[in-house]
């Protein structure tokens, strides 16, 4: 095998400066067949194969007639870049066909969610979501990032569990009369313990309310509350029989008792400001389902790391395809979803 070597090795050099000459002519016939300006024209073909001659020939330098040796180093770092920009394939690497469905389907049937709020509802369904940057490439319609309370935290943080606001929303009927909603909430998980709705409120039906809402054994220890007159002593009383501190915010400071003002917000935005109400039960069967059915249990919040208020169990995995089916809820403007098997 030496000996065949031996043999063919000169040959083979022989056969590249050949090759590397045949070359050079080829490129002055071809030049001076189109009548082309003196400088020669290189076409890739021919810039590929110096990069080559220069990796297998010794003294190639010396061959080069037509061009400088500096221009095929040259051509080589152009040639050694293009295959490692295609070889690394730069760029955010792409998701599955699947997972861009999913993506779409949430933003398109749901147009004010933001990219995080997408992130969250994918893992309540067991998928392992990409960043967020990664989801609003893929959203039907980017939505800008949400403002959010900052004020007050510290006293809340220290006492989520063991406080709850109350607060009153109004809400106009078709007929143009007025309904008011009594809202109990929890800082702790972000829940609507109780809620309630009359068309004349008075001090004796929000402590009756306030009972329905803290049964033996399950009350807070502290009560935030505003300033509405309807309260009045008798609820003070209740609260103090009770073995609850009732704790008042400012006049004119919603901010003091962010959260049930935020929820408050989001029940507007949600559900209020897309329907006409039409009588008290009308309101009552509407609050009672995005509440329970929704927010609840399939709205995830990014103040309990995309946690539901209810916490869900983790469904199990599902080996092979599969989908997410939508529940409509409140005639559609909102939707719950789960994951099944294909």
Known sequence: MTFVWTLAWPRAVLAARLLAVESQLASCRERIQHKQVPRPRFTPAFRLLWVILSKVLDQW?????????????????????????????????????????FIQKLSRENPPWSAERIRDT?????????????????????????????????????????????????????????????????????????????????MAWVIQQLREAMPLGLQPRYLLRDNDGIYGAGVKAFLERCGIEEVRIAYRSPWQSPYVERFIGTLRRDLLNHVIILNQEHLQRLLREYINEYYHIARPHQGLAGETPIAQAKPSPIAGPAQIISIPVAGGFHHRYERIAA
């Open 61 to 101: 330098q010396n061959l080069t007639q037509l061009m400088q040796p500096a221009t095929v180093k040259r051509w080589h770092s152009q040639a050694y870049r293009l295959f490692w920009r295609w070889k690394s394939k730069a760029g955010r690497p792409t998701i599955s066909q699947e997972m861009q469905g």
């Open 122 to 202: 994918l893992r309540l369904l067991g998928f392992d979501p990409h960043c967020e940057d990664t989801i609003r490439k893929y959203m039907v319609k980017p939505r800008n990032p949400r403002n959010s309370f900052s004020t007050w935290l510290p006293f809340l943080r220290n006492h989520l569990d063991v406080s709850w606001p109350i607060d009153f929303l109004t809400v106009t009927t078709i007929g143009f009369s007025t309904l008011y909603v009594s809202l109990v909430f929890a800082h702790g998980r972000r829940k609507a313990i109780h809620f309630a709705v009359t068309s004349t409120p008075s």
